[in-house]
Nanobody, 127 residues
Framework: QVQLAESGGGSVHAGGSLRLSCAASGYIYSTHSMGWFRQAPGKEREGVAAIFTDGTADYADSVKGRFTISADNAKNTLYLQMNSLKQDETAMHYC?????????????????????WGQGTQVTVSS
């Protein structure tokens, strides 16, 4: 089974940027959709962005224009570039995957779209 490992979390001031990485245990990006989720304390896990086997991507409305999801197939690594971060975006961030050819769905990713999850990396945005 594919394993995922997130990194790149940390602390940043509001308005700052971070880039998260998710390393996969094997070459999966041509056959798997990939996504980023976040979960703030006391809140449900929510979809942030996803990238699909045809190269298309979906974003949550709240991050459009600020976040960019991308994949480096040679490095088996998924990225999430986060700019103009807001204090209420403090959360644990998770990457996830599901095998199968797919395309963007014109909506934010949902938990049931994916079946393999990483352990998460913490992002803290301070004022």
């Amino acid at each position: 089974q594919v394993q995922l490992a997130e990194s790149g979390g940390g602390s940043v001031h509001a308005g700052g940027s971070l880039r998260l990485s998710c390393a996969a245990s094997g070459y999966i990006y041509s056959t798997h959709s990939m996504g980023w989720f976040r979960q703030a304390p006391g809140k449900e896990r929510e979809g942030v962005a996803a990238i699909f086997t045809d190269g298309t991507a979906d974003y949550a409305d709240s991050v459009k224009g600020r976040f960019t999801i991308s994949a480096d197939n040679a490095k088996n690594t998924l990225y999430l570039q986060m700019n103009s971060l807001k204090q209420d975006e403090t959360a644990m961030h998770y990457c996830a995957t599901r095998e199968g050819y797919s395309s963007a769905r014109q909506r934010a990713p949902r938990i049931h779209d994916f079946d393999v999850w990483g352990q998460g990396t913490q992002v803290t945005v301070s004022s």
